[in-house]
């Protein structure tokens, strides 16, 4: 049999048809488009899947279960996703939607706790007992594994560590609050930086203009590395700004729950070791506990990891 794992993300939706050892045979991906009525969203999901079926000639006939990953709070028995900032929803029965449309046992689960699973099954998490795996893309992810089970808390919303304040009175997230972690170490957040830097420095940014093309519009998560990478000044200003960001909350994270491993994955994950080493080294400085060991590295699986977390949840 197979099995359909889905990544809902703010931006994508991707999905992934994996066969009984875990391998991806088919995948698709497709923007999204929120905010929309629950029946709509459904809808895209569900053509996203379908697409992926395809692309190894099956169809839901031939599919076990289907496992979804979605950021926001989400409710693991009933499948209802009780809020989502990303996706402008609440209390969306999409277990219930999607099973009454496909006849398919549906799985549901944060997409960063699927991410996480992913990661803890057959990734950078594999054999650890206590890890995090964080996902840095339009918001900040957080999948938490406390003495080797998957931890959602007792309303299923444990580990939106992005919603966290860095910064007092900062900028408005989509939650409603103000300085919130995602709105700085996100990608988007990244984003939100690098502009503002181009546009205050005026005199000073004539090598990151010519980067980006000359217009502002095409400034995205890779653009401060970008220009670090060809030695840019102000984009290592930009990338400095970031790692202080980024390193705020992780530090947060690990005063925390005090875990073993955190694996990095999203899109920002790309940098490699230019986001790795400066981050290793002001955790090290910032933590509490100096004698904590602590491993960071990159997830694995990288975009993978949310697909096959949600494919197996149906086997957890």
């Not at 899947?49 to 979605?70: F, P, Y």
Request: charged fraction near 20%; glycine fraction near 14%; hydrophobic fraction near 40%.
């Amino acid at each position: 049999m197979l099995y359909v794992g889905i990544d809902v993300g703010g931006t994508n939706i991707a999905a992934g048809v994996l066969d009984e050892d875990h391998y991806i045979i088919g995948r698709a991906s497709k923007k999204i488009k929120v905010p929309c009525p629950h029946r709509e969203l459904c809808s895209q999901i569900l053509d996203v899947a379908k697409s992926a079926l395809q692309t190894c000639s099956a169809s839901l006939r031939d599919v076990e279960s289907i496992g979804i990953g979605i950021p926001g709070a989400v409710d693991r028995e009933t499948g209802v996703v009780t809020f989502s900032s990303n996706l402008f929803v609440e209390e969306f029965k999409i277990k219930e939607m999607l099973e009454t449309i496909v006849g398919k046992p549906v799985f549901v689960e944060n997409d960063a706790n699927a991410a996480a699973y992913g990661e803890f099954l057959c990734g950078s998490l594999r054999n650890c007992k206590n890890g995090v795996a964080l996902t840095l893309g339009t918001g900040i992810g957080c999948g938490i594994i406390l003495d080797g089970k998957l931890y959602r808390g007792a309303n299923g919303a444990a580990g939106e560590v992005g919603h966290m304040t860095i910064e007092m009175g900062g900028r408005l997230c989509n939650c409603g609050r103000h300085g919130c972690w995602e709105r700085y170490a996100s990608a988007t957040g990244l984003i939100q930086t690098t502009r503002e830097y181009l546009i205050n420095h005026p005199d000073r940014n004539a090598s990151m203009m010519a980067l980006i093309g000359g217009n502002i519009s095409n400034i995205d998560g890779k653009t401060a590395f970008a220009g670090k990478a060809e030695g840019l000044p102000l984009a290592a200003e930009i990338v400095d700004i970031y790692i202080h960001h980024l390193g705020c909350g992780l530090v947060n994270v690990i005063n925390l729950l005090d875990p073993d491993t955190i694996c990095i994955g999203g899109g920002l994950a790309g940098a490699g070791d230019m986001l790795l080493e400066p981050l290793s080294a002001y955790v090290e400085k910032e933590k509490y506990g100096h004698n904590q060991e602590v491993q960071l590295c990159l997830a694995a699986l990288g975009n993978d990891a949310g697909i096959i977390g949600a494919a197996n949840l149906g086997r957890a």
